[in-house]
């Protein structure tokens, strides 16, 4: 469909989002034309009691709370586009509630788990020098697995040890990385991508052909170097950011500094990290507060 390839190339081109999230979007809307077709209605003249059908279908087919959403989100995206082109003259979906969904807490490392992680590459190696930059910067900075394959070379200021990042929305932030980020960085920069740059690429991160890593490349890495630890967890790109999130609050961080290191636009997506202060609270109020136990030697 015409109208559908023009807005995915909007998504690519004009909103600068990646092709994973492409993906999902034509996904989405390839399931929402197929449902119209079995119910032979027409894209373009949608009415509201002809969505309320199509969520209870959604929702008979088992789709998760989250998948719902996000499926609304893309064809809401899709009609708001139509209509700031000219081609219908109201989007049905702009008043589609999403459904409500259970609060999922993110899901993180802790320390322990994380050392396991770092000791698999093997660094005398140039991919394994690739590997564990990828988890040192993925946890170091918070990054998102797309701002992290984006990074180039010359987004790196290594004498004030900060990258700069573009982020959701084309917008740019600098982030900052430690000590351990840095050495295995320098190694990498001197040795494994020097031999992996064999088409000249301003890319950090390159895969073994030389050319550039994709998100999905990333996730693949990742599964390989989770199943050579003792860890049961299935791993992702995001859990490293969660991690990241979760154990600056955990050690005292504000929660408006990691927002802002995190690069949300909103206090609110940054709050569901809260939760592991939980745990450290009580820690701190049984071992600080006088009357939180009894002395049992009095």
């Not at 969904?101 to 788990?113: A, D, G, I, T, V």
């Not at 494994?192 to 740059?197: A, Q, S, T, V």
């Not at 050319?211 to 859990?239: A, C, F, Q, W």
């Amino acid at each position: 469909m015409k109208e559908k390839n023009e807005f995915l190339d909007y998504l690519i081109y004009q909103k600068h989002y990646s092709m994973y999230t492409k993906t999902s979007y034509e996904n989405d809307l390839d399931d929402y034309f197929a449902y119209l077709e079995k119910e032979g209605l027409d894209y373009k003249k949608i009415e509201y009691s002809d969505i309320r059908f199509y969520l209870m279908h959604l929702k008979e087919t088992c789709e998760k709370p989250s998948s719902i959403n996000r499926k609304l989100s893309s064809i809401r995206s899709f009609y708001k586009y139509l209509l700031n082109k000219g081609m219908i003259h109201t989007n049905a979906f702009s008043h589609v509630h999403g459904v409500k969904r259970e609060k999922m807490l993110p899901r993180y490392f802790e320390y322990h788990e994380l050392e396991e992680l770092f000791l698999v590459p093997d660094t005398s190696t140039i991919l394994g020098q690739r590997d564990l930059l990828l988890l040192e910067l993925l946890y170091a900075t918070g990054v998102r697995v797309g701002e992290l394959v984006s990074i180039k070379v010359s987004d790196i200021d290594l004498s004030e040890r900060m990258i700069l990042v573009l982020g959701k929305g084309n917008k740019e932030r600098m982030v900052e990385f430690g000590e351990y980020a840095e050495d295995i960085l320098k190694i990498y920069l001197k040795d494994g991508r020097e031999k992996l740059n064999i088409k000249n690429s301003p890319y950090l991160f390159l895969n073994h052909q030389g050319g550039v890593l994709t998100e999905r490349g990333v996730r693949y890495i990742l599964d390989k170097i989770i199943k050579k630890t003792t860890l049961s967890k299935n791993i992702s790109p995001h859990m490293l950011r969660h991690s990241f999130a979760t154990h600056l609050l955990n050690e005292g961080c504000d929660l408006l500094s990691v927002q802002k290191l995190l690069g949300h636009e909103s206090i609110s997506s940054t709050q569901i990290y809260t939760h592991v202060t939980t745990d450290r609270l009580k820690e701190v109020y049984y071992h600080s507060f006088p009357r939180a136990k009894m002395d049992k030697n009095k």
